[in-house]
């Protein structure tokens, strides 16, 4: 966001993060999000999914995924912790020069998929302490039922149905006010046009202060 005339802000791009269920389509939706802002405005935006694959620790948690090695569930936690960090750098220094960053998953699944899983709730949010906080969370919202009947579901590790419903409960728990319930049992143009009304509701139209940490 490069000026406030533009969208009115104070000159920083925001920080939107897409969470929810897996097969919920989030990934989708962040990127129709992110060509609809590089289509539409001068500041422009890049898109961040996590686990980053590409990145060492992102390459090892591809792995484990497919089922091809295996953590504990702490090293699990904070081997996705990490690869978070490894972004940090680099998604402060690209809402400095005033571009949007859309995060496809942050911290919030780290905690909810590993609290699901047994792990203490302030243990696993201490390794995420310090990341940015974001502007708007997009939460998608979508049954269980209709998660499963997409294609590709079953086929990564997590993706298993009572685990899905269990990180669903735990989302709940973390809900602030900046977050924004996506019905995902949409389809895929009806998600799209809630999406881009909350991004110009919630960030085009607000100033966006000093960038917190969560």
């Not at 920080?15 to 992110?34: H, N, P, Y």
């Not at 609290?115 to 949010?125: F, I, P």
């Not at 998608?140 to 409960?169: D, H, I, M, T």
Request: hydrophobic share 35%; charged share 30%.
């Amino acid at each position: 966001m490069t000026n406030s005339s533009e969208n009115g802000t104070s000159g920083r791009g925001a920080l939107i993060v897409f969470e929810g269920m897996d097969r919920s389509g989030k990934s989708t939706q962040a990127r129709r999000l992110l060509n609809h802002i590089n289509a539409t405005t001068k500041h422009g935006a890049i898109l961040q999914p996590f686990p980053d694959r590409n990145e060492p620790i992102g390459q090892l948690i591809d792995r484990y995924l497919k089922r091809e090695i295996d953590f504990s569930e702490k090293a699990l936690h904070l081997a996705f912790s990490a690869n978070r960090w490894q972004k940090e750098p680099l998604i402060l220094e690209t809402i400095d020069k005033g571009v949007d960053v859309i995060c496809d998953r942050y911290a919030f699944s780290g905690v909810a998929y590993s609290m699901a899983k047994g792990l203490d709730r302030s243990w696993v949010r201490q390794s995420d302490v310090g990341l940015p906080r974001p502007d708007i969370v997009l939460y998608f919202e979508v049954s269980p039922e209709v998660a499963k009947s997409r294609g590709g579901f079953g086929e990564e590790r997590l993706e298993k149905e009572e685990l899905q419903r269990n990180v669903a409960k735990e989302m709940q728990g973390l809900r602030g006010e900046n977050w924004i319930i996506i019905n995902a049992n949409n389809d895929e143009d009806t998600v799209e046009r809630d999406v881009r009304i909350a991004y110009e509701n919630i960030i085009k139209t607000k100033e966006l202060g000093k960038l917190t940490e969560i």
